[in-house]
């Protein structure tokens, strides 16, 4: 059996609601990766000041892809 290390997601019509906001149960799937020790690495063409504050904020979220893979 394969472990998961790693998740890398894409936010805009991939985790982001219709609102482009995280929905509590997204979340709270992230929360439970995160606390089996995989991994969680947001994507996204957004620039870093577009990108949720849920996201930048969490403690545990240690590398965002940004500004199209620039940053």
């Not at 472990?3 to 805009?12: G, H, P, T, V, Y």
């Not at 990766?33 to 930048?56: G, Q």
Request: glycine content about 2%.
């Amino acid at each position: 059996m394969t472990q998961i290390k790693a998740i890398a997601s894409d936010l805009d019509g991939t985790l982001f609601n219709d609102e482009a906001q995280l929905s509590e149960k997204t979340k709270q799937v992230i929360n439970d990766c995160l606390k089996k020790n995989i991994l969680f690495v947001p994507c996204t063409a957004r620039t870093m000041s577009l990108v949720d504050d849920w996201l930048l904020q969490h403690d545990e979220i240690k590398y965002i892809v940004s500004s199209n893979g620039a940053i």
